[in-house]
Each structure stands twice: as structure tokens, then as C-alpha cells.
């Protein structure tokens, strides 16, 4: 049985090579081989590319999967430093990380006090409100990309997003002393416009919403040849997720979980899970679970979740998004398809929670598990308790829940909802008489 909370297991065994704090490891090759069509299968060479040139597909990474379940066990994984990169030889670099050799690692938490309210048998949250350094699941997307980028030679590094991904890149673009242009919608929650500003990006908002800002990094990264996170360097970034299920696999005490809830904006990080979960199993390093991958967007922006819902395979934009969940607000997912495809073909669902949803999921985190997560994850967990509500999780299975990001990011939805502040004078005869007074209403 894992450990309760899991932040890790033993420290490093006694023969393992002494370390400086805060670098990564060296993988034992670089095994990413290519970049690979989604759709035709073609591979090209590793390459700041991510458009297919014959079919237009999507590019994603091709690991030589032979020559890894050679090098990486349980053991050799367990001896390494608690961050994402004891799974280095699954990640696309073709060196040691250059930065946020730290990132990862993050708590996955048995929920004893949301099982008990709700009634469920095994419930996790994997915990990345606490991600370092910026509180959310990009720190993992963006070291990647970023130690890719300096691998490349680039010196330039930007972003189009809704917000997490905008902190996450200005930081590490700090610590790597590189240039960071940051594209984001310019009417994302204030403290994550200061959360990007603080590190000296170059930080513009764009009149339009986060598919305008999208469009506009495309045709800025083709123009001045930049290291887009999120475009030119997709399939590398993108690849950084995978990492939050190696470790949920991990801290599990090597084993999958029958149901995992995740958020969905560009509809990556769900397929990335399952992914992480497959090749795991197909390096022997678990057995498979069947897992069932669930979908959770906010009913004021669900593209992904409304097709899975309405059993279609086709993704029906949202010109105009309308939720307090800015960070899930993308109406036209570059990863929709493949999230689809995730969600159907493992047996998940997707849910749909609306606003007043979102904000009593927040509130039911914190109160039973202590927990402050962002409006995503109010989403991820309202969608969790309208998918057990459906019948589509069993409440006597394995459930992890994702949280990907940090309550005090967005606090702007919850003024006003949370009860005003009593104010009382400074003597103990005002505590007393507040307290007889409360005692009594
Ligand atoms: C907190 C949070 N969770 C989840 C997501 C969804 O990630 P993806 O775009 O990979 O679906 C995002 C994306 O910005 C996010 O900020
Ligand atoms: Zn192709």
C-alpha cells in the first residue's frame, strides 16, 4: 500500500554518485529517435517543427522504446532525485535538463475526506497547485521545451496562453537568461498578468481571445523564427506531461488507477496521461489497469467535452468563450481530436460543470482536503462528481483526480462568494461579545 501522502519514496541509495542540488539527471542515451506524423506516420528529423510537410498532421516525438526498457527499471528510476527528470530517458531531450532541473515530483494525496462525503472506496488528487516554480502543471511543459530550445541554439523564447503557461515560460525564461515574448488574451485574472510581468518578460495583451492570440504566435513564429513553447516546439513541450503520469503511476507504488479526471484546454495533458500509462506498461514497469481517461472542461467553454458527450468525432468551435475557468478557455483545441480519441477509446466520459459549479467544487476541495486549487480545478473536480452522479465512475474504483493549478491565481471569481470578513475592535470584551453572538445565530 503507497504511503498517504506520496511526495516520494526512499532517498537515494548509498552507491548512487553524489549530486548537486538542483541538476538533473543525465539520461543514459538520448533515445526521443524523430519526430513522427500523427496521421500519415512519416518521420522527420528532431527539428523546432510541428506540422507534418507532406499530410499537415501533427508531430510527436518517437522513442526507441527497445532500447530504453534496456536502460530504465523501477530501481534506477527510484534511486534518482525526486523531480520529473528520473523519467528523463522518456523525455525528449537529448541531453541532462538545462533548466527546472527541480520541476515535478509534486504530492499525490490520498483523499480520505472526500471518500468518506462522497461515498468512494480509493479517491487521489495529484497535487500540482504546488508545482515548482510557478503552482502549476506547465512548469513540467515548459522546462522541456525550454531545455529544448537552448538545445537548438534559440535564444528567444514565447508563448500564446491563457495564463499558467505565460508564468511558467517567463520564469524559466529567467532562469535560462533568455528573452521571453508572452502572448495572452488581455483580459486574464490579474494576478496572472503580475505573475508573468514579475520576471521581466516582454508581456503583451492581444484584444481577442486565446484562438486570435493563437493565431497570431503562428504567424509570429514563422516571421521571426522565435521558440513558440506551444507551436514550433509542440511536440517537445507537449511531450513534459507525460511526466505527471509516470508519477502518479509511481506513487501509486507502480500500478494505474482504474479512472483518471483531467482538465482539458488544448486537450493535450489527457492524452499525454494516457500515453505516459501506456508506455509504462510496455516497458513492463506496470501492469495494465484498463484505465478510463475522463475529460472536464467548463460548460462555458467545452468543445472537447460537448462532442464526447454528443458522441461526435468532430469538434464544433466556440467563437466566444464565457467562463470564469480563463486557463481551460480554448474554443478551438489543437489536441480536441486526440482527446476525443483518448476519452472514447479507453471507456471515459467527459463532464461539464457551469460556473456555480466550478466555485463549489473549489470550496469543496479546500474544505475536505486543504486544498486551493484555481477554477480549473474546480472544473476537474465538478466534472468528477457529475460523472459519479451519471454512473460513469464507480464509486468502489480507483479515481485519481488532477489538479493542475493554484487557487491563489485565481481569486477574482470568488469575491463576494466566500462570506464578508467580520471586523471587531481590538479588546477582548469585542471577542467576547462576537463570539456569544455567533454562538447564538
Ligand atoms: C491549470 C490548467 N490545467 C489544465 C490545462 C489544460 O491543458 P491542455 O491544454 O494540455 O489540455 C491548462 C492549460 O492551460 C491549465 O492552465
Ligand atoms: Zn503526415
Known amino acids: 500500500m503507497p504511503l498517504e501522502v506520496v511526495r516520494t519514496a526512499s532517498a537515494a541509495p548509498q552507491s548512487s554518485p553524489a549530486r548537486e542540488p538542483g541538476t538533473a539527471p543525465t539520461p543514459l542515451g538520448a533515445f526521443a529517435r524523430a519526430l513522427k506524423c500523427r496521421e500519415c506516420g512519416k518521420e522527420v528529423a528532431k527539428a523546432p517543427v510541428h506540422v507534418c510537410e507532406f499530410c499537415f498532421g501533427?508531430?510527436?516525438?518517437?522513442?526507441?522504446?527497445?532500447?530504453?526498457?534496456?536502460?530504465?527499471?523501477?530501481?534506477?528510476?527510484?534511486?534518482?532525485?525526486?523531480?520529473?527528470?528520473?523519467?528523463?530517458?522518456?523525455?525528449?531531450?537529448?541531453?541532462?535538463?538545462?533548466?527546472?532541473?527541480?520541476?515535478?515530483?509534486?504530492?499525490?494525496?490520498?483523499?480520505?475526506?472526500?471518500?468518506?462525503?462522497?461515498?468512494?472506496?480509493?479517491?487521489?488528487?495529484?497535487?500540482?497547485?504546488?508545482?515548482?516554480p510557478t503552482l502549476s502543471f506547465k512548469d513540467r511543459v515548459v522546462s522541456v521545451?525550454?531545455?529544448?530550445?537552448?538545445?537548438?541554439?534559440?535564444?528567444?523564447?514565447?508563448?500564446?496562453?491563457?495564463?499558467?503557461?505565460?508564468?511558467?515560460?517567463?520564469?524559466?525564461?529567467?532562469?535560462?537568461?533568455?528573452?521571453?515574448?508572452?502572448?495572452?488574451?488581455?483580459?486574464?485574472?490579474?494576478?496572472?498578468?503580475?505573475?508573468?510581468?514579475?520576471?521581466?518578460?516582454?508581456?503583451?495583451?492581444?484584444?481577442?481571445?486565446?484562438?486570435?492570440?493563437?493565431?497570431?504566435?503562428?504567424?509570429?513564429a514563422g516571421k521571426y523564427g522565435w521558440g513558440f513553447v506551444n507551436v514550433n516546439l509542440r511536440p517537445f513541450y507537449a511531450e513534459g506531461s507525460k511526466a505527471y503520469g509516470y508519477e502518479i503511476a509511481e506513487q501509486l507504488g507502480w500500478r494505474l488507477p482504474d479512472h483518471v479526471v483531467a482538465p482539458m484546454a488544448g486537450g493535450s495533458l489527457i492524452t499525454k496521461i494516457a500515453k505516459a500509462f501506456g508506455e509504462l506498461e510496455k516497458l513492463g514497469l506496470v501492469a495494465g489497469a484498463g484505465t478510463r481517461y475522463h475529460g472536464?472542461?467548463?460548460?462555458?467553454?467545452?468543445?472537447?467535452?460537448?462532442?464526447?458527450?454528443?458522441?461526435?468525432?468532430?469538434?464544433?468551435?466556440?467563437?466566444?468563450?464565457?467562463?470564469?475557468?480563463?486557463?481551460?478557455?480554448?474554443?478551438?483545441?489543437?489536441?480536441?481530436?486526440?482527446?476525443?480519441?483518448?476519452?472514447?477509446?479507453?471507456?471515459?466520459?467527459?463532464?461539464?460543470p457551469d460556473d456555480a459549479e466550478i466555485i463549489a467544487a473549489m470550496k469543496l476541495l479546500a474544505e475536505t482536503e486543504g486544498i486551493f486549487t484555481e477554477t480549473a480545478g474546480g472544473v476537474t473536480l465538478g466534472a468528477t462528481l457529475k460523472l459519479l452522479d451519471e454512473g460513469r465512475i464507480s464509486r468502489d474504483e480507483s479515481i485519481v483526480v488532477s489538479i493542475t493549478g493554484n487557487g491563489l491565481k485565481t481569486t477574482e471569481p470568488l469575491v463576494g462568494k466566500l462570506g464578508t470578513l467580520p471586523v471587531i475592535g481590538a479588546r477582548l470584551a469585542d471577542f467576547d461579545a462576537f463570539h456569544t453572538q455567533k454562538r447564538s445565530s
Not at 527546472?100 to 471518500?115: C, D, F, I, S, Y
Not at 467545452?302 to 467562463?323: F, H, L, M, Q, W
Request: overall charge neutral.
Open 296 to 352: 472536464a472542461q467548463a460548460a462555458g467553454c467545452a468543445p472537447i467535452a460537448d462532442a464526447v458527450r454528443a458522441g461526435r468525432e468532430v469538434i464544433k468551435p466556440v467563437k466566444v468563450p464565457s467562463t470564469i475557468a480563463k486557463s481551460l478557455a480554448i474554443g478551438n483545441p489543437a489536441d480536441g481530436y486526440y482527446a476525443i480519441k483518448t476519452i472514447t477509446g479507453s471507456g471515459g466520459f467527459a463532464g461539464a
Open 58 to 132: 501533427p508531430l510527436e516525438v518517437a522513442y526507441d522504446y527497445d532500447g530504453i526498457g534496456k536502460v530504465l527499471t523501477r530501481a534506477v528510476i527510484e534511486a534518482r532525485p525526486q523531480s520529473m527528470w528520473r523519467y528523463a530517458e522518456l523525455l525528449p531531450l537529448d541531453g541532462a535538463a538545462t533548466v527546472g532541473a527541480q520541476v515535478g515530483m509534486t504530492p499525490l494525496v490520498r483523499a480520505h475526506n472526500l471518500e468518506k462525503k462522497l461515498g468512494l472506496r480509493e479517491l487521489w488528487i495529484k497535487n500540482d497547485a504546488v508545482s515548482y
Open 145 to 220: 521545451a525550454v531545455s529544448k530550445a537552448r538545445e537548438f541554439g534559440m535564444n528567444v523564447i514565447a508563448c500564446a496562453s491563457t495564463g499558467n503557461l505565460a508564468n511558467a515560460v517567463a520564469a524559466h525564461a529567467a532562469q535560462a537568461h533568455l528573452t521571453a515574448y508572452i502572448l495572452i488574451p488581455h483580459d486574464l485574472e490579474q494576478t496572472k498578468i503580475m505573475g508573468t510581468q514579475i520576471y521581466g518578460a516582454n508581456v503583451i495583451g492581444i484584444n481577442g481571445t486565446y484562438d486570435d492570440v493563437n493565431r497570431l504566435c503562428s504567424e509570429v
